[in-house]
């Protein structure tokens, strides 16, 4: 039984009361992903699913056997950000970083649920054939990610700066 993990084959733990944060960070040794509340209210831990974000502190780690899981290590790398990791720094996105990996990958998910026509509970017109990439949409749709100290403004401008001026093609590389 496997998994990918940012690109790479990794089994999935024998015990399947392992939360797929847990097998992250324990044992495959990836710590960006952040273990904040550990039930499902910071978004601390959100990572991509097949390109959806969930949370890996509610998910079993078994429930990913035969699918591709991305953390924020396999979103950038050192050398090369993603574009908007370089948003977060140029537009003060974060402070303590301790949210921003949760953030980035939410934002990543969220700019392919509006690329899909996906509406979220602010979206005016439920039939308009594209969603609005607006800074109330954002807020709404980032809204189970908090940020404790305060760049809430900075990280809402990285992903409308990001973001909102690709096309739709682009929107979730």
Not at 90 to 110: K, N, R, V
Not at 133 to 142: D, L, N, T, V, Y
Not at 147 to 166: K, M, P
């Amino acid at each position: 039984m496997s998994m990918i993990i940012n690109g790479l084959p990794a089994e999935v733990p024998l015990d399947p009361r392992v939360s797929l944060l847990d097998f992250l960070r324990d044992d495959l040794r990836l710590h960006g992903t952040k273990k904040g509340c550990d039930q499902g209210a910071c978004g601390a831990c959100t990572v991509l699913a097949d390109g959806e974000r969930i949370l890996s502190c509610l998910a079993l780690a078994v429930q990913y056997e035969g699918r591709s899981v991305t953390t924020i290590e396999g979103v950038g790398t050192a050398t090369e950000l993603h574009q908007l990791q370089q948003a977060f720094i140029e537009h003060d996105g974060f402070q303590c970083g301790y949210c921003t990996p949760g953030q980035i990958c939410s934002a990543i998910g969220m700019a392919e649920e509006i690329r899909r026509g996906v509406p979220s509970h602010v979206t005016d017109d439920l039939d308009a054939p594209t969603m609005p990439f607006c800074a109330e949409e954002i807020r709404e749709r980032m809204s189970g990610n908090l940020c404790r100290c305060g760049a809430h403004n900075g990280i809402v401008e990285a992903i409308a700066a990001t973001f909102a001026a690709l096309p739709e093609a682009e929107a979730a590389e």
